[in-house]
């Protein structure tokens, strides 16, 4: 088993917990790969620095953790996109489907990062998970 991280918006948790915590939604058309990351840290630059700024974001970063059949992941390479840190696989698009089938347990959320110009859903289960997780004047 192998932790991964997923740094995501608020529609795409919101797909996630549509499916019960047991997948990722499909990749838009214009997304060739889904690219979970391999360490915490790498997915809270991402959450904290661009999903708060990012209008289809929602304006917020929220990471989440999730267990993968260590096993399934040997087929793909890591691939290094900037620092030490950076390392993430590339999962094709089509192939999401059997990825999703190899999450062991749930994703869960690990933090929220709010930017200026969040505003909450009007879905109180996801509002009180984003509370529950929420990071506030945190720097990088």
Known sequence: MKTLYRPTGLKELELIADINFKGFPPRLEWQPIFYPVLNEQYAIEIAQKWNTKDESSGYIGIVTAFDVNEHYLNQFEVQNVG????????????????????????????????????????????????????IKHTKL
Do not use: D
Request: no cysteine; net charge negative; proline share 2%.
């Open 83 to 134: 620092s030490a840190h950076h390392n993430e696989f590339w999962i094709p698009a089509e192939e999401l489907e059997k990825f999703n089938q190899q999450i062991m347990g749930e994703i869960r959320v690990t933090k929220a990062f709010l930017g200026k110009q969040f505003v909450f859903t009007e879905n109180e289960e996801i509002n009180k998970l984003i509370r529950k997780h929420e």
